[in-house]
């Protein structure tokens, strides 16, 4: 054990440095707070009723009906008790509380990725940090997109594993993939999992190139066909996050539509190109990937009271803080995506590394990350460039289904610090064998370093400062202060203000490429040994990377954690529509977007919510039914007992009872079969759902129509309500057609009279429906989707399979390194 300790005496140290690391950089955690994160907050209003049901039956249900009139709740919160990833997570987040496991599984996992690459572990361990500490990691935590940091922080270690296989260790890498692989999709962000999936296939694209041109195709051959065994293992683990979402997404806005659109061309499947092009990286943006102001910072609350927009504002006898709180709302970001919460920064000293390692490096590697970067950054730009972008979109499968495509650009938060390093890596072990090092030392100074001083000089040279709604902006600032040219001006400081942000961070870049090319010349002419130089360089890094990434998620982040454990607030109104004891009642809460937002959901059924996957035909009743008006009759089907609104006059929040809301179920006089979807549509944007029913012809055959009469003196009640069991009582003379407002789901739900299985019809577009026989019977509808139970168990099988591997590649190692006896 000594001798362990003994050899991996500098690894221990390296870990215990980024441990140190992550306690400081977040010392609120140690102090009682945590962070208060806008998306954390809106899962926490989605999953309330999720966390009751499992606090009272010891485990959690299938189904909710807390948003969207009902979904299923493996798309919001599943334990998925039988995947070893989640014990695995859970034993981290004993020790390190959210964020601070993110952080050290970035710094360990690009740790391990520079190791596998025999990086000298000083060495490795600031390429670590430069990995770790990129902008977009922070920024992504602060906004409470958690499970993306989780699957972003898995990438470099699963980089490495493929290496690893590649370059000579099979069983290792083998072992360590389908780990980090499981790791990776257990985070359930199928979105960063995809694009780690485009630059592996890139990778392995030029390891076969490589293979048939050295000669080595049936090595190659061997560690490919391992790496596809542990990635389907990686899978099995977690086959009951893939298949019951992979299941769900076919009928989601992911899936196809069910409307043929107006031009006659139906949608067949992935979001719309508009949506899902929203956020893309403007061209000259990239530029913030060495100068981080340049397009202005985050969207909002960067202007204090040195702006020029402040001073304008205090000169027309604003007072000072107003006019601060007034600036605070003045968008400094100026490029064309709707807001950003900040740049994408990578250092600008690690960007200047990575410059000259283009020039320098000559290990093959390199040209798979300038291949992939070039990739990837084409795609990021997605509607600045659609030449690329559509041609993903339109022919590459599953690209479709993502939005937001500037998030590829966390693939190149890996690569640029991956070459920097490769860069210093060279430089110390080939100074004497590269011809004219001097001079490429310099030219990349001049073109990094000058670039940042033409722009520190000169920005208005490269950089407009506004954005294509410019004049809106200014147009909206003039209404705001009564007088539009007072807009004007205040619009002329905004510019003023945004090109000062730009200068400042361009000189701030320029000392940064400065001080590491000082070092860098230091490291050539021998005035700096390798090991003072790596401290230079991980200081000047960690220094730059950290104050940039405390713009964006700093202490101010954090709250008390007693106000995290009911981050909402329960007002007035809602203490009131409590008061209603009735189980199945929808609430629509208007003070807000409430299709954007889950606050509702905490306290109530709601019609709203807040989650990027809804039901296709949720969705589809949204932009038909509830596109400008409000469509009185859909409510009513809904269920939709309570409108909560906002009067405009003072703020005051109000409820409105509604008294034409069909409750959970009901009888109804008429069902009329529709032939298609739009038909279906159309019949319910104004019909009286207590009387008539409209039901889709594929369910003709399922309906005795002639059997069905008045429903007269017939009654049906909700007799128990458990989100993902529903039983019902009812009387009716002879048989009858029943509607239930509850949302229709055909993978999962099962419906039974008096405990016999009975067909589900579809009515009124997305409703439950059943045909009932006459008499005194009961109704039960039970969520209990097979998908899950199949999946749970292969999940199970292969969590046995992957711990039984990691064993067995331990004891085999150990038992190749006893030495023989004679």
Not at 123 to 129: E, F, H, K, M, R
Not at 176 to 184: N, R, T, Y
Not at 682 to 698: G, T, W
Not at 777 to 783: G, L, N, P, S, T
């Amino acid at each position: 054990m000594k001798n362990w300790f003994k050899e991996n005496s500098t690894h221990l140290i390296i870990v215990a440095i980024f441990i140190l690391l992550v306690i400081f950089y977040f010392s609120p955690l140690w102090q009682g707070k945590a962070l208060a994160q806008h998306d954390v907050v809106q899962a926490l209003g989605s999953q309330k009723e999720i966390f009751d049901y499992k606090e009272k039956d010891g485990h959690a249900p299938e189904w909710t009906n807390s948003m969207f009139g009902g979904m299923p709740t493996y798309q919001i919160w599943y334990e998925h008790a039988s995947n070893v990833t989640t014990y695995i997570n859970r034993a981290i987040k004993l020790v390190f509380p959210l964020p601070a496991d993110v952080i050290l599984i970035y710094l360990l996992g690009g740790y391990f990725l520079l190791s596998v690459l025999r990086v000298r572990p000083w060495l490795a361990a600031v390429g670590a940090i430069a990995m770790t500490f990129s902008s977009y990691n922070f920024i992504y935590i602060e906004a409470g997109h958690v499970n993306k940091a989780y699957a972003i922080a898995y990438m470099a270690p699963i980089i490495g594993a493929i290496i690893l296989c590649y370059r000579g260790n099979r069983l290792w890498g083998s072992v360590l993939l389908a780990v980090f692989l499981s790791l990776e999709i257990r985070t359930n962000h199928i979105q960063m999992t995809y694009y780690l999936f485009i630059a592996m296939l890139v990778l392995v694209g030029f390891e076969l190139y490589y293979a048939i041109r050295d000669k080595k195709l049936p090595k190659f051959a061997q560690a490919t066909a391992v790496q596809l065994a542990a990635a389907v293992i990686a899978v099995l683990v977690n086959a009951s996050v893939l298949f019951p979402t992979y299941e769900y997404s076919k009928l989601t806005t992911r899936g196809k539509a069910n409307i043929v659109k107006v031009d006659g061309e139906a949608k067949d499947g992935g979001l719309d190109r508009e949506y899902a092009y929203a956020w893309s990286q403007g061209v000259g943006e990239n530029i913030t990937f060495l100068i981080p102001n340049a397009y202005g910072g985050k969207s909002q609350g960067v202007l204090g009271k040195e702006s020029n927009a402040v001073k304008f504002l205090t000169g027309l006898g604003v007072p000072e803080v107003q006019a601060v709180q007034f600036a605070q709302y003045i968008p400094t970001y100026w490029g064309e995506k709707q807001f950003t919460s900040g740049p994408w920064y990578f250092g600008a000293g690690i960007f200047f590394l990575f410059v000259l390692g283009i020039i320098l490096v000559k290990d093959r590697l390199k040209w798979w990350i300038l291949a992939t970067s070039a990739l990837i950054i084409l795609l990021a730009l997605g509607r600045h460039f659609p030449l690329v972008s559509d041609l993903f979109f339109d022919y590459v499968p599953l690209y479709n289904n993502f939005r937001a495509v500037e998030s590829i650009l966390v693939i190149v938060s890996i690569l640029i610090p991956l070459l920097a390093v490769m860069a210093v890596q060279e430089l110390m072990d080939r100074t004497q064998e590269i011809p004219k090092l001097d001079k490429k030392i310099l030219y990349t100074f001049i073109g990094v370093g000058g670039f940042c001083l033409l722009v520190a000089l000169l920005p208005d040279l490269f950089l407009n400062f506004r954005s294509s709604n410019h004049n809106e902006l200014v147009a909206g600032l003039g209404q705001q202060l009564g007088d539009a040219n007072m807009g004007q001006q205040l619009g002329s400081a905004l510019v003023k203000d945004r090109a000062a942000l730009a200068s400042a961070d361009a000189w701030r870049s320029l000392f940064i490429v400065a001080l590491i090319f000082a070092s860098v010349w230091g490291l050539y002419k021998k005035k700096l040994t390798s090991t003072v130089f790596i401290a230079i360089l991980g200081i000047v890094t960690l220094v730059d990377l950290w104050s940039v990434d405390k713009r964006y998620l700093n202490d101010n982040s954090f709250i008390e954690e007693r106000l995290t454990k009911r981050p909402i607030d329960e007002k007035e109104v809602d203490q009131l529509i409590r008061m209603d004891k009735d189980p199945s009642y929808r609430v629509l809460d208007l003070t807000t977007n409430p299709f954007s937002d889950a606050h509702a959901s905490y306290f109530h059924k709601n019609l709203g919510g807040y989650h990027a996957a809804k039901l296709m035909r949720f969705q589809e009743i949204l932009e038909h039914q509830f596109n400008g008006a409000i469509n009185e009759d859909v409510l009513d089907m809904f269920n939709v007992r309570y409108i909560m609104t906002k009067d405009p006059s003072n703020g005051a929040e109000r409820i409105q009872r509604r008294s034409t809301a069909t409750g959970n179920a009901w009888f109804v006089e008429k069902v009329t079969f529709v032939k298609d979807n739009a038909q279906e549509m159309q019949a319910i944007s104004s019909f009286d759902p207590l009387k008539e029913a409209f039901v889709h012809e594929e369910f003709r055959n399922k309906i005795s129509a002639g059997r069905l009469g008045q429903p007269g003196n017939a009654a049906i009640n909700l007799v128990s309500y458990h989100p993902d069991t529903l039983k019902y009582e009812y009387s009716a003379p002879h048989d009858a057609f029943a509607v239930f407002s509850e949302v229709y789901y055909e993978k999962g739900w099962k419906a039974y009279i008096d405990g016999e299985e009975a067909p589900i019809l579809r009515a009124d577009y997305i409703l439950r429906a059943l045909q009932l026989p006459g008499g005194n019977h009961k109704v039960e509808f039970i969520f209990a989707p097979s998908t899950m139970r199949i999946s749970n168990l292969v999940s199970l099988i292969a969590s046995i399979v992957l711990v039984v591997g990691l064993i067995a590649a331990v004891w085999y190692t150990n038992r190749k390194r006893q030495p023989k006896k004679a």
